[in-house]
């Protein structure tokens, strides 16, 4: 492919072939961020403060149109570390992490020389162990993969408590006393993205002095409900107009709607936002908050970045694990398979990348990260991966993708460029033609019934 010839033409260039010593190979940042739809001015969103992300974009490639395969935090995040299509619920790490030894994206890479270091909510649970309060040593989600895995609790106490902690160490007991959402005037440390993201940079300055390349992932937790960041975060959008919110109804007929039962079990002071429009602006503006706190947690990481003198010679990785609904179909949440759920941020850089700040609109899947850093890192692509590397893209923003697949208990779904499928377990189908403004709002699937077939037999044939 154009982009390995070209950079393996110069010594100064980031890739390398799988010949070279292992010191020479490029370091990884992975940059993990959970529950973040694509509410990034880089990706459209222009009322959004997301400078840190936005410039990583500008030096690298944002895809526009990047799905992930499951609405889920532990299932997509199974995707992404295996390669592999997997379970759907967020349970897929354990029932199925063990299987993984030797063979997760981590593992792989720290079998062919890289030390390995996860900080904060990379796996399903914050620091990679199950257990009462996710901190098990007994109970890794994923054997023999890192090097060191670590969640920062402090005040919360354990990675249980800072999954779902407010300011200055309170803990969820019971969601229906904590509120929903909430901006603490303080530091970045009032809530726990601020200390995963010292320990992140810790790490980073400890993997720099070592001479093995390193593969670090980190992981934020914002904008994870509860919406709590610090107030200066909240500050900016106080007084914002924020547009619209495009089809804002409970959608008619067979479809994966749910009730937001995520969302309304926290203390909400008995208002819902679907039908309390006040309401419904401020849960957009605080976890709009708790983008731009999430967005400074990654400038923190670039800046140390630059500081170490390591971005020549880094892999970088930016990647929602999954979408959120705000009120599209009536929806404050995940877990439905709308395009709210399955679109999410993906961004690339690296160093000397063709057209940098160019964005694609190249469908592409969760599952095609971990062969595309074997190939950007000059290493051999495991067998038996569901994914294929984004290289292509990356030389031209302008090739083509592939469809992309997706899952949730009950039914499955395929995105093409212009069109939705769903089929559901009892056999009825939702087909959605994206080239029009109807979107995912006008079931299709009786009036282009050759269309839904086809679309049927390939998802089947995709997904055994």
């Known amino acids: 492919m154009k982009v390995l010839s ?10 390398v072939s799988p ?93 062919q020389g890289y030390e390995t270091v996860s900080v904060g909510k990379v796996s399903h649970f914050p620091g990679g162990r199950a257990g009462a309060d996710w901190n098990d040593e007994a109970r890794p989600e994923m054997p023999g993969a890192w090097d060191r895995h670590l969640m920062p609790s402090g005040d919360w106490q354990h990675p249980r408590g800072a999954m779902h902690g407010l300011a200055n160490g309170e803990i969820r007991k019971r969601a229906g006393d904590m509120a929903v959402f909430q901006s603490f005037e303080g530091p970045d440390e009032t809530y726990p993205d601020g200390l995963i993201t010292n320990e992140a940079l810790e790490q980073m300055t400890a993997l720099a002095e070592t001479e093995a390349p390193f593969f670090l992932a980190v992981g934020l937790i914002r904008p994870h ?48 936002p679907n039908g309390d429009a006040d309401f419904a602006l401020e849960v957009r503006k605080h976890y709009a908050a708790c983008v731009s706190y999430a967005d400074a947690m990654v400038g923190r990481l670039m800046a140390q ?47 000397h990348m063709p057209s940098p700040g160019t964005s694609t609109a190249a469908l592409v ?33 302008s090739a083509k993708g592939h469809a992309a697949y997706g899952y949730k208990p009950g039914a499955r779904t395929v995105r093409t460029q212009t069109h939705r499928l769903v089929m559901h377990a ?19 699937a009786a009036q282009q019934a050759l269309i839904a077939e086809r679309l049927s037999q390939q998802l089947l044939d995709r997904l055994q």
């Not at 070209?6 to 890739?15: I, R, W």
């Not at 940059?31 to 222009?46: H, M, V």
């Not at 900016?236 to 995520?262: D, F, I, M, V």
Request: glycine fraction near 8%.
């Open 19 to 111: 010949r070279v010593a292992v010191s020479q190979r490029p370091n990884v940042l992975l940059i993990c961020i959970d529950d973040l739809r694509p509410e990034l001015r880089c990706f459209g969103a222009q009322y959004i403060n997301s400078p840190h992300i936005d410039a990583l974009a500008a030096r690298g490639r944002a895809f526009q149109n990047h799905f992930v395969q499951a609405p889920t935090c532990g299932a997509s995040r199974f995707t992404l570390l295996s390669g592999k299509y997997g379970p759907a619920g967020n349970d897929a790490l354990l029932k199925r992490g063990q299987s993984l030894q030797g063979k997760s994206l981590p593992a792989w890479f720290r079998r």
């Open 426 to 444: 009892d056999g009825q189908l939702e087909l959605y033609d994206h080239r029009t403004d109807a979107g995912e709002t006008h079931n299709l």
């Open 305 to 351: 970045l630059d500081e170490l003198g390591l971005r020549d010679n880094t892999l970088v990785v930016l990647w929602g694990d999954h979408g959120w609904h705000l009120g599209e179909h009536a929806i404050w949440g995940k877990h439905s398979l709308f395009e709210e759920s399955l679109r999410s941020p993906l961004i690339v850089s690296y160093p």
């Open 225 to 272: 409900l509860p919406f709590g960041a610090p107030a200066k975060y909240m500050e900016p959008y106080r007084e914002a107009q924020l547009p619209p919110t495009p089809h804002p109804s409970k959608p008619a007929g067979k479809t994966t709607w749910h009730n937001s039962g995520e969302f309304m079990k926290y203390k909400r002071w008995k208002r819902d």
């Open 365 to 397: 899947e969760t599952l095609d990260i971990f062969p595309t850093l074997c190939e950007l890192a000059g290493l051999e692509t495991p067998d038996g991966l569901d994914g294929e590397s984004l290289g292509s893209i990356l030389d031209d923003p």
């Open 6 to 15: 070209l950079l393996l033409a110069s010594p100064c260039m980031l890739l």
